[in-house]
């Protein structure tokens, strides 16, 4: 099993809408992504490692396939869809990490 991670970095003055996030992006993700798409879930980033420090990201979602090629082959039949919808929920600039899953 494999998960792609899409960080969203906190930023001073940056915008992310979460509601837009969770309510509008996030499905059109699992529309476009399935039957490859496995399972995802979203974090919404609460504080630092230390108290009363902001949160390294705004926002997380993971994304589980069975494998890279899964994966890929999803994503380069549907890829330009979601990210042309980026610009809808924020002006950050996501990072992305594909692992392996190895404790569940």
């Excluded at 099993?1 to 940056?14: E, N, R, T």
């Excluded at 809408?17 to 529309?31: K, N």
């Excluded at 230390?50 to 589980?64: I, N, R």
Aim: charged residues 20%; aromatic residues 10%.
């Amino acid at each position: 099993m494999i998960k792609v991670s899409v960080l969203y970095p906190q930023k001073a003055g940056a915008k992310f809408d979460m509601d837009y996030y969770c309510d509008s992006h996030m499905p059109l993700v699992q529309s476009k992504l399935k039957p490859a798409l496995k399972g995802m879930a979203v974090d919404k980033g609460l504080a630092g490692g230390a108290p009363g420090t902001p949160p390294s990201y705004v926002a997380m979602c993971h994304l589980w396939f069975d494998t890279v090629a899964a994966f890929e082959r999803a994503f380069e039949s549907s890829g330009d869809a979601i990210l042309s919808d980026i610009p809808n929920y924020t002006d950050i600039e996501p990072v992305v990490q594909i692992s392996e899953v190895m404790l569940d």
